[in-house]
Structure formats: structure tokens, C-alpha cells
Nanobody, 121 residues
Framework: QVQLVESGGGLVQAGGSLRLSCVAS????????MGWFRQAPGKEREFVGG???????YYSNSLNGRFTISRDNTKNTVYLEMNSMKPEDTAVYYC???????????????WGQGTQVTVSS
């Protein structure tokens, strides 16, 4: 099991940028695939992107290159950099850990607490 703590959420204007952080503890951080998800009011949790132990990344097709995921193994931290943000990006953002390559929420065994991101128009 891995424990995850998110930070970096807040209010940003449309067109702006925001970077979220997720710090992992417990099991070895580099042994996990780390994913980012978001959940807007009235919608189901959706996959944003993920990063493997070897720093390969994969993203939702809906993002059109606006988001970037990276990791710093020396800090046991994964980042989600969001650029050119839109009001429809408003959601609670979660980081999650999985031992397999997947985009399915149910296959991620550990989750952060979530951080609210609000994009104003």
C-alpha cells in the first residue's frame, strides 16, 4: 500500500496554468504507475493521464496536449502541469497508484484525498 498526498489546487483564470503535486510514501514510489483523475460535480471520475515507473506518459485523448505529467523520484513526487486551462477543467483532481498499466479507476489501489481546481471564465 502507498499513501498519497496531493497539493496545488486552487482558483485559476481561464488560459492560466496550475501545477499539482502528489507525494507518495509507504511502498517504493518507483514501483507504481501513477495516474491522475478528475471528477466534476454530477460526473463520474475520469482518467486524465498517467506515468510509469520508467517515466513513460499517457494521456486522455480529450486534453489536446494541454496537460503534462512528470515525476521526481528523489522527492517521491508526481506532478500534473495544466496549461491553457478552461472552465470545463474545473473538478476535484486525484492522484492514484497502480501496479499495472491501466486507465481504469478500479485498478488503482491507492488514492490521494483530492484537491479542488476551479477555473474561472
Amino acid at each position: 500500500q502507498v499513501q498519497l498526498v496531493e497539493s496545488g489546487g486552487g482558483l485559476v483564470q481561464a488560459g492560466g496554468s496550475l501545477r499539482l503535486s502528489c507525494v507518495a510514501s509507504g511502498r517504493t514510489f518507483t514501483s507504481y504507475v501513477m495516474g491522475w483523475f478528475r471528477q466534476a460535480p454530477g460526473k463520474e471520475r475520469e482518467f486524465v493521464g498517467g506515468i510509469t515507473w520508467s517515466s513513460g506518459t499517457y494521456y486522455s485523448n480529450s486534453l489536446n496536449g494541454r496537460f503534462t505529467i512528470s515525476r521526481d523520484n528523489t522527492k517521491n513526487t508526481v506532478y500534473l502541469e495544466m496549461n491553457s486551462m478552461k472552465p470545463e477543467d474545473t473538478a476535484v483532481y486525484y492522484c492514484a497508484a497502480s501496479t499495472v498499466f491501466t486507465t481504469t479507476p478500479g485498478q488503482f489501489g491507492s488514492w490521494g484525498q483530492g484537491t479542488q481546481v476551479t477555473v474561472s471564465s
